[in-house]
């Protein structure tokens, strides 16, 4: 069942389209957004978070509308938000930020709510920190608190932009760990430039580029766009196509085979790339 | 740790409940600094996660200081006192709103007493909006951080701005009393264009239990405007004196003290938004 219903969307910032006629369908699951920077990612999943006011378009949430206010409200009841820099506030304590936001959330019983705090910090491994203050927290902790906040209130919809940002591979573990196991049960939407993440968390990605979707499928469908393209020379391209030099001293080459060329196992960072250059080769860093 | 173990009798009386005090004690002691005696005391879960609760809540929870403790007087409740005691812990915010508002009330004042008669109608109308929209400002999004998460759970709206407009512009008059008191001049004329929007803050809460807030704010706005439309009428050259004179400052403050009592009263229709 679709929890989120994307129809034409648009939105503009003076003369530049940042979402441009956007049609999606999101469902249970977790769903990855992968895309160049400026290519929408952010400004898709503000709207979706009603953060933003959409220029043009529908959009149906668990079966609300955010332009109608009371709905808008209803929804804000339903998700969980983690936006790309959160700036918790740096004096507050962890515990006092998410009892201070699980307030905002409308958790008004004050027993239901200190054990639903307790329950956020369990489940981000921040209960031996809840009396830190936000500001000696290193960055890892911080984002991981700021999940905690998305998760205050069991949200039937998670939005996460760019939460892996700044930590840790153990950390990261954790976020996927916990990503993952929200996902079996609810819609979580996750913007980031870390394919490996998309590879190890998400059943669908999206890949985004100047506003609109310019593709969707499962991780291994966008793999196998780079069956067949990826290859390994002892020399380097001489025109515009993707390349970079292995530790072993090897080009790894994307797009048309070597003169010296042999096969390589295509990643889902190969299927996204070939897919950007595809589309805008100059966007495409070396 | 010491070769004695606490027999399995006295274990199971240390269990029930049924030892003398003195003697819980020494069992006590023993447990803290015994693994293999702890292992064999019988817990009941749900009663271990309970009182874990409650002592990680105490330890955890922020203290309650005079102006908490004031409120939980009042009668409000604990997630609303919540609410208006963050309001100053959000500092630029809080910093900038109060000094605007204060800032304000000295310049309505002032315009009001200098004779500007063609600003007259303008300020009065404006009067006790322009401190609300002060405070909404204050805790937007250049001041403050977190307003991306802030704004996107069911409390963001008026009701919130309003929420911190009443709690600004209350110490914004208390200093505002303060300070006409200690210093010398008519400072008790910039007092007085803070009532009005104290009232509008309260008032349109406490109306809120009763109708929709932007039918509160309605009301509250259309009955500002038809006295202030009135009062120009009437007395064109001495409206001001009118609508911020001493009698008029009274019923404000008796209005806003009965839009409290009103908000006190009937607190629990504060959130018909919550159905956790």
Redesign the interface.
Known sequence: MNTVSIDGLGKRYGATPALDGLDLELGTGVTGFLGPNGAGKTTLLRCLATALAPDRGRLRILGLDPAVPAQRTELRRRIGYLPQNPGLYPQFTAYDLLDYVAVLKELTDGRRRRAEVRRVLDEVDLTDRARTKVRKLSGGMRQRLGLALALLGQPALLILDEPTVGIDPEQRMLFRALISRVGESHTVLLSTHQTEDVGALCERVVVMNAGRAAFDGTPRQLINRADGRVWLSTTAPTGSQPYWRNADGLYRRLGDRPDDGRPAQPTLEDGYLLLLHRSAPARVAR | MSGWHVDEGLLADYDRGTLPPSRVLAVDTHLLACASCREQVRVDPVWLTGNW?VV??A????RSGPLHRFLRRLGL???RI??IA?TP???WSWLGATATVLALAVAAAYLGRGGMQVSNAVLLVVAPVLPVLAVATAYGPPA??????????????PA?VLWRATTVVTVAVVMGVVAAVLLPGPGWYAVAWLLPALLLSVGTLALSTVIALPAAAGVLGGIWLAGVGTAVTIHRDSSLPLVFGRTAQLGYLFAAMTAVVVLTVRRRRL?P????
């Open positions: 609760s990680f809540d330890l955890h929870e922020p409740p604990e997630h919540r609410l963050a812990a959000l500092r403050d951080p977190m307003h991306e998460i802030t704004d996107t759970t069911p409390a963001a709206g919130l959130d938004g919550e159905t956790r």
